[in-house]
Nanobody
Framework: QVQLVESGGGLVQPGGSLRLSCAVS????????MGWYRQAPGKQRELVAE???????NYADSVKGRFTISRDNVNDTVNLQMNSLKPEDTAVYYC????????????WGQGTQVTVSS
């Protein structure tokens, strides 16, 4: 049973920083991607950043240059360092693992609130 547990959300002023962490437990296949999505009120869930097995990363255009994703394959964690936060970054942030073995499997964390406000 794969489980994802997020931590690190909270309230921060514009221009501030936060670091989100996600710990993954259970079986992780060799073909996988670990990443972060977010969902603001009234909007669809969107990809923020992801790390793909093999080392490549993808970022949403809106966070490039401000957010950095990293993963620790030994401890099965994925982190999101968020700098220069803006009010429009306010959302619930979800950790996701998707992996492939004959089929794609998707797993989500419970979500953590990030609020950027003065």
């Amino acid at each position: 049973q794969v489980q994802l547990v997020e931590s690190g959300g909270g309230l921060v002023q514009p221009g501030g920083s936060l670091r989100l962490s996600c710990a993954v437990s259970g079986s992780i296949f060799s073909i996988n991607a670990m990443g972060w999505y977010r969902q603001a009120p009234g909007k669809q869930r969107e990809l923020v950043a992801e790390c793909i097995s093999g080392g490549s990363t993808n970022y949403a255009d809106s966070v490039k240059g401000r957010f950095t994703i990293s993963r620790d394959n030994v401890n099965d964690t994925v982190n999101l360092q968020m700098n220069s936060l803006k009010p429009e970054d306010t959302a619930v942030y979800y950790c996701q693992l998707r992996q492939f073995r004959y089929n794609w499997y998707h797993y989500w964390g419970q979500g953590t609130q990030v609020t950027v406000s003065s």
